[in-house]
């Protein structure tokens, strides 16, 4: 792992669920570079599985996707006892408030509008 200017993150490993892979490997590069262990799943059910099977510090959902969308997902992980203390941040091309603020009621930390800049990724996860 690469290490991070200053103290080291309370998050090591961070869970990304989109399903276009563009979007996976571009967060993926994004937060490998600043130091971050990643682990994809192209699915809200796999995100689920693998939240359960990994214990990412950190999980990154997509709002729109196949299989489990990312507003059931974050909904059936904060349910979960296994990862409901995981903290959540939607990745979304949805802008409206009204979508972040059902993520926010639903559980999620944090709201990232596509198109973002690295800077902005990194510091969201930063202020968690």
Request: with cysteine.
């Amino acid at each position: 792992m690469l290490s991070v200017q200053g103290n080291p993150p309370t998050i090591h490993k961070v869970l990304i669920a989109d399903d276009s892979g563009t979007e996976r490997l571009n967060l993926k590069q994004i937060l490998e570079s600043a130091g971050y262990v990643v682990i994809t799943a192209s699915s809200g059910n796999e995100a689920k599985a693998l939240a359960e099977a990994q214990s990412p510090d950190l999980i990154m959902l997509d709002i729109i996707m196949e299989d489990g969308d990312g507003y059931q997902t974050c909904r059936a992980l904060k349910r979960n006892p296994v990862t409901q203390a995981i903290p959540v941040i939607m990745v979304s091309s949805k802008s409206n408030p009204v979508d972040k603020q059902w993520a926010q009621k639903l559980g999620a930390n944090a709201y990232i509008v596509k198109p973002y800049k690295d800077e902005d990724v990194l510091q969201q996860i930063a202020a968690l």
